[in-house]
C-alpha cells in the first residue's frame, strides 16, 4: 500500500518531516517499509496487515496519523447532486443472491465528456503506481486509493436495456476482461450482468465490451460490496489480481460505499461534465451498532501501566471510536463500519496501546507463578516442543497441501485415503499430506542445500485421510536429524554422525520426561522400529532408504526420523511431580563388558537384569555399545553399567557380589553372552 506525504496533507495539517513520519508510523504499526521522493512529494510504502483494510486508503492512513499525533482529521463530507432527470435514462438492479452482495448502488451520469485527467490527477496515481487512462477512470481509481472503495464505470449505452443483474456465471459464459483475456467463466463465478451476458467480474475486473472509451456520453457507476470469502476464491481461480480484488477480498467498509460514489461523482462533474441522472439501489449500506465495553483496570492489568480513563477516553475518540462513560471505570466503546476488526476488549486495549505508544509501556518481567499440571492439549503440546528445544531441535512449520510427486517420491501408496482438493492454488498444494514425515525430510533437503552441515527438526502437526466420503484428522509428532554433530571431548574435536540410536536417546527422553514409562522399541524386517506405548502402536523410527533420499536430492548422508501419535502420548502421559528422597548412603557399582549377537533383544536383556537383580539393584544402564574388528560380524560389544544401593543401610560387598554373579550366569544362560 503506498501513499504520498502531500495527499496525506490533504486531510491532516502534518508539520513534521516525511522521515518522523514514516518512523511514528511504524512504532504504531502501520511498518513503512519503503520512502522514496517522487519530485516535491514523497511516497510511502506501507505493510498492511490483513485484517486492517481501513488502512488501503489515504484517509484510512490519515486517521492513524491524526490519532498518533493529536491532529484535527478534516473528514470529507459528499452531498450527492440532484436531478430530475433519472426518467431518461431508466436503469433496473437485481441482485440474485444478498449473501454475495449485500450492496449494489448504480449513479447514471449523462452527457459527459471523456478525455485526458489534469496532470495533478495523473501524478497523483503515478506516484502509486498507477498508469492514467482516462478523466473517468482515474477518478475511479483517484477515489479508490483516497477512500478505499472500489468503483467503476460501465458505458451505459452498451449495457443491453439498461440493466444490471448481480449472478453466479452459467456455465459456457466467456467474457473479454480488460486486460484483453478472453475468458472462459466456470460456473459459480460472481458477475455483473446486462439482460443478455455477463459485462464484468465482480469486484474484480470490467469486461472490454462495456469500457468507457472517447466515445462514451453516459456512464453507469458502480459502487457495490461483494462477499470476500466468494471474491478471493473467484481470484484465484481466474488467477486474477487488481487493486479492487486487493480490497474487497479483506472488507470493504459497507458505511463508505455510498459516500465514495457520491465523491466519485461530484469529481466527474467537475472535470468531465455531465449532468446526474438519477441513482438506483439494491440492498442496504447500514451497518448494525456494535458496541464494547472496556474496563480501564482490565487494560490496565494487561499492559502494566496506569493509563488514567481520560487518556483513553482521547486516544479512543482520536482513532473516531466514539466513547461514553458507563460507569467510573468503564467505558462503551462505539465501533463504526470500517473498523471490523474490532471484537473484543483486548482489541481496544491493543488500539490504546499503539497510539499511547509501546516505547512508553516499561519493560518487566513476568512473574514466575507455580503451575498445577495440566493435562490442556495445548499446554502439554507447548511443553513436547520445550523438551525437544532443550534437546537441540528446531521447530518447523511446513504446509498441511502437498504435491502429489512428495507422496510418489516418499514411496507412500496411493491406497492409504489420500484426500485430494478440488481447487488447488497450484500443483504443489493439491493433495492434504497423509504423513507428517515428508514434509520434514523436504526441509531437511533445503536446509542441506543452504550449506547446513547438521539438520535438527521437529513439528507438531495433523495428517489427513479419506475415510467413507469423510476427512480424519490425526495429529502427529515428527522428528527428523540429518548431519554431523560437532563437540569437543578431552580428546579434542569429536565428529559424531546422526544415527537411530541418536533418535532413541531423544524419544526416551522425551517419554521419559512426559511421565511414560510404559513403552518399547520393536524392530521389524523393513528397518523400521516401532514405538509401543502402553502395548498400543504409537508410531515408528526409521532410516531413510538410498531410493527415497535420491528422490529428495539428498547425497551422501543418512536421514532418520520419528513419527509418533500425539493422542497416544496424551493419554499416557503422567505429568505429576515426583520426589525422592535423596540417597544417604553410597552405591556399589559393578560393571559388565560383554558381546551379544545383534538377534537379541536389548531391552529384554535389561528388563532380565532388573529383575535378576532385585531387591538390591538400583539402576542399570548401558554405557558403552561397540561394534568393530575386534567383534565378530552379527554380535555387537556392550557395556552394562549396575548400580546397587539400599536406602536405609550400607550395603557390604559380600550382599552384592551373590547377585551380581547371578546376573551374569543369567546372561550367559539366557542371552548366550560371551564375558569380556
Given at each position: 500500500m503506498k501513499v504520498t506525504y502531500n495527499?496525506?496533507?490533504?486531510?491532516?495539517?502534518?508539520?513534521?518531516?516525511?522521515?518522523?513520519?514514516?518512523?511514528?508510523?511504524?512504532?504504531?504499526g502501520l511498518e513503512v517499509v519503503a520512502l522514496e521522493k517522487a519530485g516535491?512529494?514523497?511516497?510511502?510504502?506501507?505493510?498492511?496487515t490483513s485484517n486492517r483494510p481501513d488502512w488501503l486508503n489515504v484517509l484510512g492512513v490519515a486517521r492513524e496519523v491524526s490519532a498518533i499525533y493529536g491532529l484535527k482529521l478534516k473528514s470529507p463530507v459528499f452531498r450527492a447532486a440532484q436531478s430530475k432527470a433519472a426518467a431518461a435514462y431508466p436503469v433496473k438492479i437485481s441482485v440474485a443472491d444478498k449473501k454475495d452482495c449485500p450492496f449494489y448502488s448504480a449513479r447514471v451520469i449523462s452527457g459527459l465528456k471523456v478525455g485526458a485527467s489534469p496532470q495533478w490527477l495523473q501524478k497523483s496515481l503515478a506516484a502509486l503506481g498507477c498508469r492514467?487512462?482516462?478523466?473517468?477512470?482515474d477518478i475511479t481509481n483517484y477515489c479508490l486509493f483516497e477512500l478505499g472503495q472500489p468503483l467503476h464505470a460501465f458505458d451505459l449505452d452498451k449495457l443491453h436495456q439498461g440493466e444490471i443483474k448481480v449472478r453466479r456465471s452459467r456455465a459456457g459464459e466467456k467474457l473479454i476482461t480488460l486486460d484483453g483475456q478472453n475468458r472462459v467463466l466456470d460456473p459459480g463465478v460472481l458477475v455483473i450482468a446486462d439482460s443478455d451476458r455477463p459485462v464484468a467480474i465482480a469486484g474484480i475486473m470490467g469486461g472490454a465490451e462495456t469500457e468507457v472509451t472517447l466515445d462514451t456520453r453516459n456512464i453507469l457507476l458502480e459502487s457495490a460490496v461483494f462477499n470476500p470469502v466468494l471474491l478471493r476464491r473467484t481470484k484465484q481461480r481466474l488467477g486474477l489480481q487488481s487493486e479492487s480484488a486487493y480490497r474487497f477480498e479483506r472488507g470493504v467498509d459497507l458505511g463508505g460505499a455510498s459516500a465514495a460514489s457520491v465523491a466519485a461523482q461530484e469529481m466527474i462533474l467537475k472535470l468531465?461534465?455531465?449532468?446526474?441522472?438519477g441513482v438506483k439501489k439494491a440492498g442496504t449500506a447500514k451497518t448494525a451498532s456494535q458496541k464494547i465495553n472496556l474496563e480501564t483496570a482490565y487494560l490496565n492489568k494487561l499492559l502494566g501501566t496506569a493509563i488514567s480513563v481520560t487518556q483513553v477516553r482521547q486516544i479512543?475518540?482520536?482513532?473516531?471510536?466514539?466513547?461514553?462513560?458507563?460507569?467510573?471505570?468503564?467505558?462503551?466503546?462505539?465501533?463504526?463500519?470500517?473498523?471490523?476488526?474490532?471484537?473484543?476488549?483486548?482489541?481496544?486495549?491493543e488500539e490504546v496501546a499503539r497510539i499511547y505508544g509501546y516505547e512508553r509501556i516499561a519493560q518487566t518481567l513476568p512473574p514466575v507463578k507455580p503451575v498445577i499440571a495440566s493435562r490442556n492439549q495445548q499446554e502439554v503440546i507447548g511443553q513436547i516442543k520445550n523438551i525437544l528445544n532443550g534437546l537441540g531441535l528446531n521447530e518447523a512449520i511446513t504446509y498441511s497441501l502437498v504435491d502429489r510427486s512428495l507422496l510418489k517420491q516418499s514411496e507412500i501408496s496411493p491406497d492409504t485415503g489420500i484426500v485430494a482438493i478440488a481447487n488447488p492454488l497450484s500443483s504443489e498444494q493439491e493433495v492434504l499430506r497423509p504423513a507428517l514425515w515428508p514434509s520434514l525430510v523436504g526441509a531437511v533437503a533445503y536446509n542441506l542445500n543452504q550449506q547446513q552441515e547438521q539438520v535438527s527438526l521437529f513439528e507438531v502437526a495433523s495428517v489427513f485421510s479419506g475415510l467413507d466420503h469423510s476427512v480424519a484428522e490425526e495429529p502427529l509428532l515428527g522428528i527428523a536429524l540429518c548431519g554431523v554433530k560437532s563437540f569437543f571431548t578431552k580428546n579434542g574435536l569429536t565428529r559424531d554422525e546422526f544415527t537411530l540410536l541418536h533418535l532413541k536417546g531423544i524419544l526416551e527422553t522425551l517419554l521419559s520426561r512426559l511421565g511414560i514409562e510404559g513403552f518399547d522399541l520393536i524392530a521389524r524386517e523393513d528397518q523400521r522400529v516401532n514405538i509401543i506405548i502402553n502395548q498400543k502402536p504409537a508410531g515408528f523410527l526409521l532410516e531413510l532408504t538410498p531410493r527415497i533420499l535420491q528422490a529428495f536430492e539428498i547425497k551422501n548422508r543418512r536421514v532418520v526420523l520419528a513419527q509418533l501419535n500425539l493422542e497416544r502420548?496424551?493419554?499416557?502421559?503422567?505429568?505429576?511431580?515426583?520426589?525422592?528422597e535423596i540417597?544417604?548412603?553410597p552405591s556399589i557399582i559393578r560393571d559388565i563388558s560383554f558381546v551379544m549377537q545383534e538377534?537379541?533383544?536389548?531391552?529384554?536383556?535389561?528388563?532380565?537384569?532388573?529383575?535378576?537383580?532385585?531387591?538390591?539393584?538400583?539402576?542399570?544402564?548401558?554405557?558403552?555399545?561397540?561394534q568393530g574388528k575386534q567383534i565378530p560380524s552379527g554380535f555387537r560389544g556392550l557395556t552394562v553399567s549396575c548400580i546397587y544401593r539400599q536406602l536405609n543401610r550400607t550395603l557390604t560387598e559380600e550382599e552384592v557380589t551373590p547377585v551380581h554373579n547371578g546376573i551374569c550366569s543369567l546372561l550367559t544362560e539366557k542371552f548366550r553372552i560371551k564375558l569380556r
Open positions: 495527499w496525506l496533507k490533504k486531510f491532516v495539517d502534518i508539520r513534521i518531516s516525511p522521515q518522523s513520519l514514516a518512523a511514528g508510523l511504524t512504532m504504531a516535491e512529494d514523497f511516497v510511502l510504502e506501507i505493510e498492511i492514467s487512462i482516462n478523466n473517468v477512470v468531465a461534465g455531465g449532468k446526474p441522472a479512543l475518540n482520536r482513532l473516531e471510536l466514539p466513547t461514553k462513560a458507563k460507569s467510573k471505570n468503564v467505558l462503551t466503546v462505539s465501533i463504526p463500519s470500517f473498523r471490523q476488526d474490532l471484537k473484543q476488549p483486548v482489541d481496544l486495549v502420548l496424551l493419554e499416557a502421559m503422567n505429568l505429576g511431580t515426583r520426589f525422592r540417597p544417604k548412603y538377534d537379541f533383544s536389548v531391552s529384554e536383556m535389561l528388563a532380565a537384569i532388573r529383575s535378576g537383580g532385585r531387591p538390591l539393584l538400583s539402576r542399570v544402564e548401558i554405557v558403552d555399545y561397540y
